[in-house]
């Protein structure tokens, strides 16, 4: 049941043309039980102070009706957790319902992203508005429902062809398929996770406000996790052009700081994870690496004593027929300055009989092997031979469920801390350029659900161009468990045969 009637809903509405500050608190349920908003009196504060930001430049474009109201360009990073697409959310709600005709056009990194997070959110404020009943939601789009549109255009005379919100995918292949957007009503482009959308689409996205719309508003939103890029240059060579504002997360209302003491703790105050995920500052690297350039070289560069006693431990990647190579590679303590053996188009038998080969010569101290897809028909050869080898799933549950997304996250965490006392090899060659070009490929991101971290994918990598990664993975495989040192328990490590029974034919399916 509305509070108000439908005319009376329309004027009080209709009078927050320029003020979504004022309109965000009229629209939706703030403190109403019942509701998603039940313990929240009001927005963040950094989401009031935005809104009224928007407010008093639109005011004042009202105040000066003989000028074209300028654009108002905002730029905003933070950390992780903040209400950015919340934010977002309200911008484009605001617009549907105050600037009749409108356009907005939403993006965002990824189609997936834009899909379940951002046009999702979307949804979400739609369903709580007090004039959801105005709209409709779809994937991809808020429109105004069919008896609004006849109302519009019978006593308004506004076409609702290009009236509504999309969501807009984006290619950098095709970035004309992006263009096209205009409205001389109202024009709103929001980009969220606006640090990994490609620069044509910026270039493409300053032509949707070639019209002299009563209203244009361009509000980009996204943690900074490139040191490149139009988002980053918005608060560095085009400042002058933004507005920006950058959000610590431990200043926002309604958080659990603890997550964000553990990041620290965890990575280090001056880490660019800490920088990223809990400051909203831009990160030294020159890209969101979860292993940064600088610490690859350090390594290379480091001479530390070698520990013989420590466990010699052998990774080994299997690579699938047509893609890379299979990678066998070495870490003995702090030591990793050993030779990779890489292997090419090889059936598993014969895979299996080149490890074999090479646990007969080296005699490793614990052997893990790739054991996912193809990789499962070669542990189970090696076991067949006698080999006592442990199979490693990287998409398995980690040791520390609260901490990493999974096993393949947990692996590489403990060999990103590994680097920082540990030895590489320090000769220019093709193998050791594939080593870096490995280790410092993958990005990195936190769940949403459980802040855990979480490795870029393989086929995400892939999809960017990202060659070589058999090499990270291969070394990565060393870290699945601790190894007993061998002075330390008889020659049947019990580690080793506890950790084989964790192996499941049925995880391969």
Same mark, same amino acid.
């Given at each position: ?306 520990? &013989?006693? /420590? $466990?010699?431990?052998?990774?080994? =990647? ?6 890379? !190579? @299979?990678?066998?590679?070495? *870490? ?106 490995? &280790?410092? /490929? $993958?990005?990195?991101?936190?769940? =949403? ?6 490795? !870029? @994918?393989?086929?995400?990598? *892939? ?47």
């Amino acid at each position: 049941m509305l509070k108000y009637g439908e005319q009376d809903l329309v004027n009080r509405i209709l009078s927050f043309k320029y003020d979504p500050l004022s309109f965000v608190y009229f629209a939706f349920p703030w403190g109403r039980s019942g509701t998603p908003l039940a313990h929240w009196k009001r927005p963040r504060q950094w989401q009031i102070d935005e809104l009224a930001l928007i407010r008093d430049h639109f005011t004042q474009s009202k105040r000066d009706e003989d000028k074209v109201p300028p654009v108002y360009y905002c730029s905003i990073s933070s950390g992780r957790g903040t209400g950015k697409t919340a934010f977002l959310a309200m911008l484009n709600y605001w617009m549907m319902s105050c600037w009749w005709g409108g356009t907005g056009i939403c993006t965002a990194n990824t189609e997936l992203q834009l899909k379940t997070r951002t046009m999702a959110e979307l949804g979400k404020w739609h369903a709580m508005a007090i004039n959801s009943h105005w709209f409709v939601k779809s994937t991809l789009s808020l429109q105004p429902a069919s008896w609004f549109s006849k109302l519009l255009l019978e006593q308004r005379q506004i076409s609702s062809d290009l009236y509504g919100v999309t969501g807009q995918p984006w290619s950098e292949e095709n970035p004309d398929a992006f263009a096209g957007a205009h409205s001389t009503h109202a024009m709103l482009l929001s980009i969220d996770e606006a640090s990994g959308v490609a620069d044509t689409i910026w270039r493409i996205g300053e032509g949707f406000f070639t019209d002299l719309a009563g209203m244009r508003l361009w509000v980009n939103i996204s943690n900074g996790r490139r040191k490149e890029g139009r988002f980053f240059e918005c608060f560095h060579r085009d400042k002058a052009f933004w507005h920006t504002r950058i959000i610590d997360s431990r200043t926002v209302e309604g958080l659990d700081y603890a997550v964000y003491d553990r990041i620290i703790e965890e990575y280090g105050e001056d880490s660019d994870v800490a920088r990223v995920e809990v400051y909203g500052l831009f990160p030294l690297s020159d890209v969101d690496q979860f292993i940064p350039q600088s610490l690859i070289a350090d390594a290379m560069a480091r001479t530390v004593p070698e520990d &013989l006693g /420590a $466990p010699l431990l052998m990774g080994v =990647d299997v690579a699938r027929f047509g893609e890379n !190579e @299979s990678v066998i590679r070495y *870490r003995q303590g702090n030591n990793g300055r050993f030779k990779s053996l890489r292997f090419r188009n090889l059936t598993t038998t014969q895979l299996a009989n080149k490890i074999a080969t090479e646990i007969d010569r080296k005699a490793p101290d614990g052997v893990f092997v790739d054991a996912v897809g193809v990789g499962a028909g070669v542990v189970d050869y090696l076991r067949l031979l006698g080999y006592s080898v442990v199979a490693v799933n990287a998409g398995t549950m980690p040791d520390n469920r609260e901490k990493y997304y999974n096993k393949r996250a947990e692996m590489w965490d403990k060999m990103r801390k590994w680097l920082e006392t540990a030895m590489l090899p320090a000769e220019h060659s093709a193998d050791v350029t594939m080593l870096t070009s490995a &280790l410092t /490929a $993958p990005t990195y991101d936190f769940d =949403d659900n459980k802040s855990r971290l979480r490795l !870029e @994918s393989k086929r995400k990598m *892939r999809a960017r161009g990202v060659t070589h990664l058999d090499d990270g993975d291969a070394l990565s495989h060393t870290f699945y468990m601790e190894v007993a040192r061998p002075e330390w328990g008889d020659e049947d490590n019990p580690n080793l045969k506890s950790a084989i029974t964790e192996y499941d034919e049925f995880n391969h399916v």
